[in-house]
T-cell receptor, first 115, second 111 residues
């Protein structure tokens, strides 16, 4: 069974540009989560999508947005890139949510570098 | 506000030693707690998931315990090996399905 996949592996952008990161969950999983892991800051929760809807977001500005497609894959968009957006972006998926929430499985991440 | 703390921040042990990693959280209203390992520059690998109603979970040489009332979890690694060298993260899943991660314990097992 294929795990969570993310693309691209690496992305280099210039300040002010837009970045699009993609995630495909494990087959059968309906929830997708996005996290940012910046150097020295640890893992920060960004966004949670379930059944095509944004269910929750962390403390990030609106220029971080995304969507979930009917096939449950997801896209994270970061507009007006800033240098501090440079980080490893991790996507995770699970097949259950809410009470008794289920295990999250992580992808390998996308390394975004903003110059 | 939920905060997750992991102690120690780093640990270096000789191969074969048994060790304990600690995770504490400030709000006991959690759905579950999950332990991960992360190799440098890589994604996270799930090790163990403990539901809020459970006290412990075991997988091979790993055993994780959960004491919700005291806001603590421990990850016990038996007979450590150089391949265990990685950063170990604990995460609590809370209401609104936010996941709060600790900063991690960096483990180095010397051959």
């Amino acid at each position: 069974e294929a795990g969570v996949t993310q693309s691209p592996t690496h992305l280099i952008k210039t300040r002010g540009q837009q970045a699009t990161l993609r995630c495909s969950p494990i087959s059968g999983h309906t929830s997708v989560y996005w996290y940012q892991q910046a150097l020295g800051l640890g893992l920060q929760f960004l966004l949670w999508y379930d059944e095509g809807e944004e269910r929750n977001r962390g403390n990030f500005p609106p220029r971080f947005s995304g969507r979930q497609f009917p096939n449950y894959s997801s896209e994270l968009n970061v507009n007006a890139l800033e240098l501090e957006d440079s980080a490893l972006y991790l996507c995770a998926s699970s097949w259950g949510t809410g009470l008794g929430a289920y295990e999250q499985y992580f992808g390998p991440g996308t390394r975004l570098t903003v110059t | 506000k939920q905060e997750v703390t992991q102690i120690p921040a780093a640990l270096s042990v000789p191969e074969g030693e048994n060790l304990v990693l600690n995770c504490s959280f400030t709000d006991s209203a959690i759905y579950n707690l999950q332990w991960f390992r992360q190799d440098p520059g890589k994604g996270l690998t799930s090790l163990l998931l403990i539901q809020s109603s459970q006290r412990e979970q075991t997988s091979g040489r790993l055993n994780a315990s959960l004491d919700k009332s005291s806001g603590r979890s421990t990850l016990y690694i038996a007979a450590s090996q150089p391949g265990d060298s990685a950063t170990y993260l604990c995460a609590v899943h809370t209401g609104g399905f936010k996941t709060i991660f600790g900063a991690g314990t960096r483990l180095f097992v010397k051959a």
